[in-house]
């Protein structure tokens, strides 16, 4: 018996999406809020930190995407196949990933009818500005010291009455 025809070509251990996709409604609706939107010239995308789904709850351990297509970029058939490109292009390239991250990628019409190849190098574009924009909103705000809270102790006045415009 022989083996299948390329075998020996064929990775041993296949990258995956399947711990790495933004499944939830709230997921999305948390990711939008505390990000901002930004474009590039085949789709638009949104990185947030990831939080938790709820008060108390640890947030996710690895980073996150998520791909969405309404219904403007044409009927099932066709939006099913442009996430399924995505899909592809991000599996190639899931180490790529901002940690500690969700991001959620927007694409436009032209994403169907466009090159592969050109898809995909759009695609590490867009991880490579996400990773470094992750390092940024975590340099500016590092997780081991947070924000400090104003707190009315013993060394400081306590406000009496309404406050006084000048």
């Known amino acids: 018996m022989t083996n299948p025809p390329n075998s020996a070509e064929r990775p041993s251990s296949r990258q995956s999406l399947v711990g790495a996709r933004l499944r939830k409604h709230g997921d999305y609706q948390r990711a939008y809020a505390a990000s901002r939107k930004r474009q590039s010239a085949s789709m638009s995308w949104f990185l947030a930190p990831q939080q938790p789904a709820y008060a108390g709850a640890e947030p996710p351990a690895s980073p996150r995407v998520g791909l969405t297509a309404g219904k403007v970029m ?26 500690g991250c969700d991001l959620i990628l927007h694409p436009r019409r032209i994403v169907l009818t466009m090159d592969f190849t050109k898809l995909e190098a759009e ?14 909103m975590t340099k500016t705000n590092p997780p081991d010291n947070p924000v400090p809270h104003l707190l009315i102790g013993a060394d400081q006045p306590k406000a009496s009455g ?3 415009v000048l």
């Open 162 to 164: 309404p406050p006084q």
């Open 74 to 99: 044409g009927k099932a058939h066709e939006r099913n196949r442009l996430k399924r490109r995505m899909r592809e292009a991000l599996r190639r390239h899931v180490e790529l990933l901002p940690r």
């Open 123 to 136: 695609i590490v574009r867009i991880l490579q500005q996400a990773k470094t924009e992750a390092a940024r």
